[in-house]
């Protein structure tokens, strides 16, 4: 089975910097689209950025547009979420998950066809 870690969360000022990352020692990453999304405190978990399988697209929550950025380093069989100009808003915490039969295009973040949930990571944005 799949299994996916992740790395890189952690405490930091409005206005700052921070790389997620999400890792499979056991499948190669690069055969699925892999996506990221976030729980905050009293909200339901919402799609953040999606990779899609050939790297060919990338997707964004309208939120984090412009400051979100999602790529894969296939030697290191990584994807990461590099988060700058970070809100209190993004505060949360991180997931990742891959899609192993994606569609030809994601209209929309959700969770349908995610799977292999990493363990989590919390992104904590002070003020």
């Known amino acids: 089975q799949l299994h996916l870690t992740q790395s890189g969360g952690g405490l930091v000022q409005a206005g700052g910097s921070l790389r997620l990352s999400c890792q499979s020692s056991?499948?190669?990453?690069?055969?699925?689209?892999v996506g990221w999304f976030r729980e905050a405190p009293g909200k339901r978990r919402e799609g953040v950025s999606v990779i899609s399988r050939s790297d060919t697209s990338t997707y964004y929550a309208d939120s984090v547009k412009g400051r979100f950025t999602i790529s894969r380093d296939i030697a290191k069989n990584t994807v990461y979420l590099q988060l700058r100009s970070l809100k209190l808003d993004d505060t949360g915490v991180y997931y990742c998950?891959?899609?192993?039969?994606?569609?030809?295009?994601?209209?929309?973040?959700?969770?349908?066809?995610?799977?292999?949930w990493g363990p989590g990571t919390q992104v904590t944005v002070s003020s």
């Open positions: 998950a891959v899609d192993s039969n994606p569609p030809s295009f994601y209209y929309g973040l959700t969770e349908d066809g995610f799977e292999n």
């Open positions: 056991t499948f190669t990453l690069d055969r699925y689209a």
